[in-house]
């Protein structure tokens, strides 16, 4: 049994409503720390709203969310989002050097990011100090990717969320991204949430998965879940996907 200092986030009860349409609904649920967990299910199961929750970028309308046994609501956003890093499908670039686009989250906090700094976070998803200077439009889909996720590891959150972060990247770059990532999670213990939509990738990188539909979770476990569930419409989902 996972005892509660083992926990990074927990969700109790927790619903979310625009204008009356319910988009989650009685989510119940705990990720690990330290542990890869991936969130699969068909688009409109309500998986990057619930990712959003996970940093403050959205409220509950009824329930509560706590990070490290804390409520969400506690944190104050700035501080919140440096424990919590994102990194999108879009992989958001500016015009400018790699360095540029590398030292932003700095630079909104007045701070300056040293060369030598910046270097190493290159080295840690896998490129080298020849980046720095490049052109970060000029780059391949799969290497704008890792300089976000550098990105997002400037401020050494404790804890990661990726929306579809593989899903526009051809199969190599699939692979260096997926390697990078269990790297990420061994090398600094960062507690890592992965919306996928590839049932493989969330196999091969999940310790542990959440399978949603139609705003609610299904089922929770170890990712052999994902095979082994006797739930029929989780079965038929992911009959259908592979297919």
């Keep these: 049994m996972i005892s509660l200092n083992e926990v990074a986030i ?14 989650l609904n009685n989510i119940n649920g705990e990720f690990y720390k330290g542990k890869i967990t991936t969130l699969v299910g068909p688009s409109g199961a309500g998986k990057s709203t619930l990712l959003k929750m996970c940093n403050g970028l959205l409220s509950p309308t009824t329930g509560d969310i706590l990070i490290e046994n804390k409520p969400v609501h506690f944190y104050e956003p700035t501080t919140l989002r440096k424990s919590v890093g994102i990194a999108l499908q879009s992989a958001p670039i500016i015009r400018g050097t790699v360095f540029h686009n590398l030292s932003l989250p700095y630079t909104l906090q007045h701070k300056s990011l040293l060369e ?3 270097i190493s976070f290159l080295e840690d998803v896998g490129l080298d100090h020849t980046f ?4 970060a439009e000029d780059l391949s889909g799969g290497q704008k990717q890792k300089v976000s996720i550098a990105r997002s590891l400037l401020n050494r959150p404790k804890i990661l969320l990726l ?3 593989t899903s526009a990247l051809d199969p190599t770059s699939v692979y260096e991204i997926e390697q990078l990532i269990l790297n990420i999670n061994q090398k600094f213990g960062v507690t890592i949430i992965w919306i996928t939509h590839n049932i493989e990738q969330a196999k091969r990188i999940g310790h542990y998965t959440w399978i949603m539909m139609e705003g609610q979770l299904l089922e929770t476990g170890e990712s052999k879940i994902l095979s082994s569930s006797t ?10 996907v592979q297919q």
Aim: with cysteine; aromatic share 8%.
């Design 10 to 23: 927990s969700f109790h009860n927790v619903c979310y409503e625009i204008d009356h349409l319910s988009i």
């Design 116 to 118: 030598s700094d910046a």
């Design 132 to 135: 720095l200077q490049r052109q």
């Design 163 to 165: 929306d579809e972060i």
């Design 231 to 240: 739930n029929g419409k989780i079965q038929q989902f992911v009959s259908g």
